[in-house]
T-cell receptor, first 113, second 117 residues
């Protein structure tokens, strides 16, 4: 079945440490891939996206993500986490030729001092 | 990037009344908009696809008579929660994609926190 999986519900990272949030998808053809961030009570902000080309994508706020076709993954990374990065992170896919985004279940990032 | 504005950000209403939520694309025309519902600490659940000038397409299990969607112009879609009950309390978010082909992301409104008392 087609799906988007974020295996980590919660992640706690020390401020200044590196971060990796996992996202795996299950679709026949590589969909468009996105990472969004949501602060409490707010809408979603796009961090980065992958449509084609370079598999390492740079986004805002120092985030990057790498598309790995062989693993059907699009993991989000940041080399040094700041306390303001604490939020909910959603991986989303848009199957090519379709209009509806499909969201993962989200990963809540907690940043410890 | 493109801007999608949602209003109101918070609303409290009495049980049995109706509430209207607006979603506007401020700098692009959107023939299609999407309405999501988000329960606490959960992901977004697509409720319906709003189509300008035609009926909305509802996802399975969403009551179209309770959640009325109107997309009367290329920049405005509205979601009306009719005869609201406490179980309708939730966070509602809209989104839209600029009509420039496949290589565009969706932009989201700020969300509306609905509390039915």
């Amino acid at each position: 079945a087609q799906s988007v999986t974020q295996p980590d519900i919660h992640i706690t990272v020390s401020e200044g440490a590196s971060l990796e949030l996992r996202c795996n998808y299950s679709y026949g053809a590589t969909p468009y891939l996105f990472w969004y961030v949501q602060s409490p009570g707010q809408g979603l902000q796009l961090l980065l996206k992958y449509f084609s080309g370079d598999t390492l994508v740079q986004g805002i706020k120092g985030f990057e993500a790498e598309f790995k076709r062989s693993q059907s993954s699009f993991n989000l990374r940041k080399p040094s986490v700041h306390w303001s990065d604490a939020a909910e992170y959603f991986c989303a896919v848009l199957p090519r030729g379709f209009q509806k985004l499909v969201f993962g279940t989200g990963t809540r990032l907690l940043v410890s001092p | 990037g493109a801007v999608v504005s949602q209003h109101p950000s918070r609303v409290i209403c009495k049980s049995g009344t109706s509430v209207k939520i607006e979603c506007r694309s401020l700098d692009f025309q959107a023939t299609t908009m999407f309405w999501y519902r988000q329960f606490p600490k959960q992901s977004l659940m697509l409720m319906a696809t709003s189509n300008e000038g035609s009926k909305a397409t509802y996802e399975q299990g969403v009551e179209k008579d309770k959640f009325l969607i109107n997309h009367a112009s290329l920049t405005l879609s509205t979601l009306t929660v009719t005869s609201a009950h406490p179980e309708d309390s939730s966070f509602y978010i809209c989104s839209a994609r600029p009509p420039t082909g496949g290589d565009t992301e969706a932009f989201f409104g700020q969300g509306t926190r609905l509390t039915v008392v």
